[in-house]
């Protein structure tokens, strides 16, 4: 971010939740101090829920998801989080009210993730002997294997679609891959075939899985904006995977189409 002003930060609903969810203060303080230096490079985006909720209308899609006012008042939350640090009462027994609230979100995506061997399962069911040797082998897929995914990864967004609260009528063919849920749709097939490749385990341990579920919500929202900031050799697989299926075969495969995903 020194190298340029034009290098932008962005900060999404569960990185913040990452932020709180242990020694709230001395941790939030610790992750925000380079962002600090730079509080007019950092873009707040609005949470996950609302970002789920928007319309896949490509103009103007990446700025719906910013919460200007947040965005706007960043120092001024650096200055909070500062003064929490030194001691000050009021602004303490904010951030650990935060902290509460960030430790109950992740325990529901924890509890969210308990099943999701049961899900994968299913999802295995939907590939032949042949397919899922190319997939634990990483062989390219046939172009019938690469419809099948199109098709597949259409239904399930579909369905997380409707049950989303939010949601209203269905987006139109070419605005579904811009919306945030079939692009996550598209993380968790690629999870779900790593998952092959690691043996198809029955059981996981619930805190990788919840850290799992939230680095595809972090490259999820990378596929939006210029890349993701990992160490995660795995993570950043699964998000160059993501952009290269998202330009070259889903994007062209719902251009063409004008019927909805059934």
């Known amino acids: 971010m020194a190298a340029s002003v ?35 490079q950092v873009v707040v985006l609005r949470g996950t829920q609302y970002v789920c909720a928007l319309r896949g209308r490509k103009a103007g899609l990446t700025r719906r998801m910013i919460y200007s006012e947040a965005t706007n008042s960043f120092a001024e939350f650096c200055r909070y989080i500062t003064l929490a640090q030194q001691g000050d009462a009021w602004h303490r027994k904010q951030i650990l009210e935060r902290e509460s609230e960030a430790v109950r979100q992740l325990k529901l995506v924890e509890e969210s993730g308990a099943d999701i061997t049961s ?18 082998l990483s062989k390219p897929f046939s172009k019938e294997t690469l419809e099948k995914f199109v098709r597949l990864v259409a239904m399930f967004a579909g369905a997380l679609y409707d049950e989303h609260p939010h949601t209203g009528r269905w987006p139109k063919p ?57 160490d995660d050799v795995k993570l950043e697989a699964l998000y160059t995977e993501a952009c290269y299926y998202l330009e070259y075969l889903f994007t062209p495969a719902l251009t063409r189409s004008w019927e909805q995903p059934k």
């Open 174 to 230: 070419f605005e579904w891959p811009y919306t945030f849920i079939y692009r996550s749709s598209i993380l968790h097939y690629l999870h779900f075939f790593q998952w092959i490749r690691n043996g198809s385990p029955k059981s996981l341990n619930a805190t990788k899985v919840r850290n799992d579920l939230i680095d595809l919500n972090f490259a999820t929202y990378a596929t939006y904006f210029d890349g993701l900031m990992t």
């Open 6 to 40: 034009h290098h932008t930060a962005i900060l999404t609903d569960y990185a913040a939740m990452e932020a709180y969810k242990k020694d709230a203060i001395d941790s939030i303080v610790s992750r925000m101090r380079v962002l600090a230096q730079f509080p007019a």
């Open 119 to 136: 899900y994968y399962s299913v999802f295995e069911k939907q590939f032949n002997e042949r397919e899922k040797k190319d997939i634990r």
